[in-house]
C-alpha cells in the first residue's frame, strides 16, 4: 500500500481546511485509516480513524471540529478540520497498515 497526504496549507484561527489521504496498491475499503499529527518539537499523536465499515473515532482535542470521512470508490480518506486553532499546527500524516503516508503540513496563525 502507498498512502498520498495532501490538503494542507496556512490557515487563520477559525478557519477550516480538509486534508485528503489517497491509497493506491492495496484493497483499500477493507483497511482502516488513521490520521495522525506531530507538532514542533512533540511526539506523533493520534488524531482520528474510521474502520471500513465507517466506524470513526477522535482524540477529544478534535471531538466536534474534525470530521473523518471515507471514499471507497476513490480510495481516499478525508478529514475535515473546522474552528481551527493555532494548537492544531502540525505535520498531518495518514497510515493505514502500519505504512505511513509523507505528511501535510498544516499552520494555523493570524
Known amino acids: 500500500v502507498q498512502l498520498q497526504a495532501s490538503g494542507g496549507g496556512l490557515v487563520q484561527p477559525g478557519g477550516s481546511l480538509r486534508l485528503s489521504c489517497a491509497a493506491s496498491?492495496?484493497?483499500?475499503?477493507?483497511?482502516?485509516v488513521d490520521w495522525y499529527r506531530q507538532a514542533p518539537g512533540k511526539q506523533r499523536e493520534f488524531v482520528a480513524f474510521v474502520t471500513s465499515g465507517g466506524y470513526t473515532d477522535y482524540a477529544d482535542s478534535v471531538k466536534g471540529r474534525f470530521t473523518i470521512s471515507r471514499d471507497n470508490a476513490k480510495n481516499t480518506v478525508y478529514l475535515r478540520m473546522n474552528s481551527l486553532k493555532p494548537e492544531d499546527t502540525a505535520v498531518y500524516y495518514c497510515n493505514s497498515l502500519g505504512v505511513w503516508g509523507q505528511g501535510t503540513l498544516v499552520t494555523v496563525s493570524s
Open positions: 496498491g492495496t484493497i483499500f475499503s477493507k483497511n482502516a
